[in-house]
């Protein structure tokens, strides 16, 4: 079986987790969630992680970009990116045909301000996982892993 490599990606924000309004997202931190996702990808077997985060738009889209060739598929929180930015929306889009990508976020977005309804990045996705907090990390890990197998 070949080893899948899986890019993660967490947009702005994502490194104040554990301590940025708790209600909302949890207390995990991202580490401790790159480490459930380790475990996960662990059981799973045959699967190799790569967790990255910016605050900065344009790392997110070099790095979905550059990721033809190196990764079999992506797990990205673009947090408030996913309903601003059209350029990681177009990235993504971009390489979905050779690199599905799964959208994930800790809240579930449509429970909240109507601005966090739509997202711009959804559209090239092949799904979307959200409001469980650091556990859909993993459940987005086990359903993108599903995805390439039967492909």
């Known amino acids: 079986m070949k ?6 990606l967490n947009g702005p924000n994502l490194n104040l987790l554990g301590t940025r309004e708790p209600d909302i997202y949890g ?3 991202l580490a401790s969630i790159a480490q459930d996702m380790n ?3 662990k059981k799973l077997g045959g699967v190799e992680l790569e967790f990255r985060q ?9 790095w979905i970009g550059d990721s033809r060739g190196k990764f079999d598929g992506i797990i990205m929180n673009p947090a408030a990116y996913t309903h601003t ?3 990681l929306g177009d990235a993504v889009k971009a390489v979905g045909a050779e690199v599905p990508v799964v959208e ?4 579930n977005t449509h429970a909240r301000e109507e601005i966090r309804h739509k997202s711009l990045t959804a559209p090239g996705c092949i799904g979307q996982i959200m409001g469980f907090k650091g556990y859909g990390y993993s459940l987005a890990l086990k359903a993108l892993v599903n995805h390439l ?3």
Do not use: F
């Open 3 to 8: 080893t899948l490599k899986i890019l993660v």
């Open 104 to 107: 994930v976020h800790l809240s």
């Open 27 to 29: 207390t995990e931190t």
């Open 149 to 151: 197998r039967r492909s």
């Open 39 to 41: 475990a996960c990808a």
């Open 85 to 87: 930015s059209l350029g």
């Open 54 to 62: 910016s605050n900065a738009e344009s790392d997110l889209i070099t």
